[in-house]
T-cell receptor, first 111, second 116 residues
């Protein structure tokens, strides 16, 4: 069954720690995306990648890092430099000429 | 600067009636628009889209209308059902006509509640 898997669903982080959110897709999509959603707001783009070993900053990339070593995987690291990391994080992927498909998200909270 | 706006945070509709969700945009370069539906603690799911060369696109109970001169689009759901209760996001894309791994710009979302 094809889809996008984000893990874990809930994640807790202590202040000062880096944390990595996983996103895996078996849809054979070329492009992958990371968004952040805050209460009452729309989705804001953090990073995106159109091909393996290449990625671009989105609108709110500060405090985040990504890698794209495999087509199927696009992990997001929330670094200690991200001052307000508590949010709902969504990963998406896309094939050309088709809409983006989303995973079910990871909710990150600061302890 | 919010380029895509959904000015109604919430909408309440009776089952069987029409739901109309609105979205405005400011960037005239947007040429492809999408609507997504989202349940709590889940990712958005794609509903319907429209290219700027059209003014209407229909898929079952869902119809999207685009008014380019007013930079406005709307999603009509007829008839509304309780299962339609969710958050609806509109999104806009640039250069969707060509090779596009588009960066979507999302509105804030509208919470639709359909009462039985």
């Amino acid at each position: 069954d094809g889809g996008i898997t984000q893990s874990p669903k809930y994640l807790f982080r202590k202040e000062g720690q880096n944390v990595t959110l996983s996103c895996e897709q078996n849809l054979n999509h070329d492009a992958m995306y990371w968004y952040r959603q805050d209460p009452g707001q729309g989705l804001r783009l953090i990073y995106y990648s159109q091909i393996v070993n290449d990625f671009q900053k989105g609108d709110i990339a500060e405090g985040y890092s990504v890698s794209r070593e495999k087509k199927e995987s696009f992990p997001l690291t929330v670094t200690s430099a991200q001052k307000n990391p508590t949010a709902f994080y969504l990963c998406a992927s896309k094939r050309n000429y088709e809409p983006q498909h989303f995973g079910d998200g990871t909710r990150l909270s600061i302890l | 600067d919010q380029q895509v706006k959904q000015n109604s945070p919430s909408l309440s509709v009776q089952e069987g009636r029409i739901s109309i969700l609105n979205c405005d945009y400011t960037n005239s370069m947007f040429d492809y628009f999408l609507w997504y539906k989202k349940y709590p603690a889940e990712g958005p799911t794609f509903l319907i889209s429209i290219s700027s060369i059209k003014d209407k696109n229909e898929d079952g109970r869902f119809t999207v209308f685009l008014n380019k001169s007013a930079k406005h689009l709307s999603l009509h759901i007829v008839p509304s059902q309780p299962g339609d209760s969710a958050v609806y996001f509109c999104a806009a894309d640039l250069n969707a006509g060509g090779t596009s791994y588009g960066k979507l710009t999302f509105g804030q979302g509208t919470i639709l509640t359909v009462h039985p």
